[in-house]
Every structure is written in C-alpha cells, then in structure tokens.
C-alpha cells in the first residue's frame, strides 16, 4: 500500500570523529588526526543541512559522545550494540509514528533538495544508492517496518545497496530512489565530493586547508 507523508523524524546515523577511529581509509595520505577532521567537517555540513531540512524531530543517532561539531535542535540517542544492520534497524525501531528518513555522515555533499525529495509522498520507502554500491539514505513512511527490514542485510560490501533495494521490493513496498551520491572513503572521494559540496562547506574549508599546509 502507498503512503503519502509530510514532514517525520530525520536521523542521522554517525561515530563520534575520534581520530584512529573514523575515517581510517584516508590513512594514508591522511593522518589520523586530519582524518578525524574531516569526519567532523563532513558531520558538521550534514547536520547543518538536516537543520534547515523541514521535520517533527531531528535526530542523531550516535556512537561516541557529542561535541562542539554539534549544533542544537538535535535529540541525541546512542547507538545499539552489533553491526552496522543492527544499528541502523534499531535506529528505525525507536522513532516515533509517522515517516523516519535516516542519512549516514559520509555524504557531506547532502543538500536540502535531497531530504525534500524524500519527503514527498506516494511510496512507502525511500532508497539513496552510493556510488560504492553502498546506500546513503534509506527512509520508511512506517519506520516501525525498518527494523526486519535492514537487519540481517551484509553491510560495507559493493552489494550492500542492491541487497538492501532487493529486500524493500521483496517485501511489497513503493520505493521511491534517489540520486546516486558519493561516500568519502578514500582521499580521491573526499576530492571528488569536496568538488560537489557547496563552496563555504565545512567540508571543502578543512580539505583546502589540509591541501594548503602539504605544500
């Protein structure tokens, strides 16, 4: 059955950026502390951009403690225990009724277009496919679907996003997709998305900055 929603919970899943535990792909050529930056760069300009996106409640779903990257207007909720399909479904099982859309803080090239275009009604789910054959964004109209719906799903492999499609489908919803966007993994995503992000992100100012100081 298709749905029609407005304005839900939007949730961001993310690691607090420590460094040597975030973003260890940039290293090398990164250290792990300019790695961790630009984590936090690219988690500062996705919850700004989830800010200005309209919803009922915001809110972060976080492993690791908050910090200065955080701005208010946020309901800050820890992350379960497991793997990354055990945290996103149990991200899904505690929002309250109505549509949840969940993005990760890979994507800091995220606009509010994007959240928009999930927001529109006549399907049941939402699916964002990255470029690595990962998703960016996976959003229910009926969140309490979620959980069976992502658990047991293999995640980080370059068939996550078809898996993860396959089940929406399998399962008799409308999904409505979204553009393909890039997660920054390695030093040649993070060039390629800073390329895309808006030109005051926070994100483009650390890696021009990292850029800067290598000269």
């Known amino acids: 059955m298709t749905a029609t929603t407005g304005p839900g919970t939007l949730l961001v899943i993310a690691k607090e950026p420590v460094p040597g535990r975030v973003k260890t792909r940039l ?21 700004l951009t989830v800010l200005r996106a309209p919803a009922r409640r915001r ?3 976080l492993d690791g403690a908050p910090g200065p990257w955080l701005p208010p207007g946020f309901d800050v909720v820890p992350q379960a225990s497991g793997g990354l ?6 991200a899904f099982e505690q929002c309250d009724d109505g549509p949840a859309f969940l993005v990760g803080m890979d994507t800091p090239q995220l606009a509010v277009d994007h959240l928009a275009e999930a927001g ?3 399907c049941d789910a939402w699916f964002g496919p990255a470029a690595d054959g990962g998703f960016w964004a996976l959003g229910f109209t009926d969140p309490a679907q979620g959980g069976a719906l992502v658990r047991g799903v293999p995640m ?21 997709d979204l553009p393909v966007l890039r997660d920054v993994d390695t ?5 390629e998305v800073a390329a895309c992000c808006l030109p005051r992100s926070t994100f483009s100012a650390v890696l021009n900055s990292l850029a800067e100081n290598a000269r």
């Open 187 to 191: 030093a040649a995503d993070a060039a």
């Open 85 to 90: 399909d055990e945290r996103i479904a149990a």
């Open 156 to 176: 980080s492999t370059d068939r996550t996003g078809a898996l993860q499609r396959s089940r929406l489908t399998e399962a008799g919803l409308v999904v409505r």
């Open 120 to 122: 529109r009604g006549g």
């Open 27 to 47: 290293t090398p050529p990164y250290t792990p502390h300019e790695a961790a930056a630009l984590a936090a760069a690219a988690l500062t300009d996705t919850l």
């Open 59 to 61: 809110v972060l779903v």
